[in-house]
């Protein structure tokens, strides 16, 4: 009885929504889509992940934005990309299993229209404050700076 009373507290801890403050971003100017795409797959897959087939987050909007009344698009381009690290997969898993909600990882990467030469890149910070969540920060945060770093480079060396 006690461990269901520990599992319905710890329930509703994690139930909290999200805060704006929860999703972090970085832009990366001068910048080409392209040139930022290609880094950020390259520091997803230089973690050791392989990233799933992207969410073609901005092609699904400007397709439906017609038949809502929305007209004007709000990106440019726009993807997200989705990762999982074993590793902190199990972390996670192990300290809660309700962190199952927290995997796979995400990066957005987007444009907006009339802004093609600057790149966002945006992710959520993982919830909580234990091993798991900060090991999943710090890898979101490593992958978002290895990015910004080396988006570019290629163009240079063409």
Request: proline letters at 9%.
């Amino acid at each position: 009885m006690l461990r269901r009373v520990v599992l319905a507290v710890a329930l509703l801890a994690n139930l909290a929504p999200a805060q704006a403050d929860d999703i972090r971003q970085i832009a990366i100017a001068p910048g080409r889509y392209a040139d930022a795409r290609e880094a950020l797959v390259d520091a997803i897959e230089g973690e050791g992940l392989i990233p799933a087939p992207p969410s073609r987050f901005g092609d699904m909007l400007a397709r439906t934005g017609p038949a809502l009344d929305q007209p004007a698009p709000i990106y440019a381009e726009a993807e997200v990309l989705h990762f999982c690290s074993a590793r902190i997969a199990w972390q996670l898993a192990r300290e809660n299993p309700l962190n199952i909600a927290q995997c796979p990882l995400a990066m957005a990467i987007f444009t907006l229209p009339g802004e093609p030469a600057t790149v966002h890149l945006a992710w959520r910070r993982p919830v909580g404050d234990s091993p798991g969540s900060r090991a999943a920060d710090q890898l979101l945060e490593r992958i978002a700076r290895h990015t910004a770093d080396n988006a570019g480079r290629s163009s240079l060396l063409r």
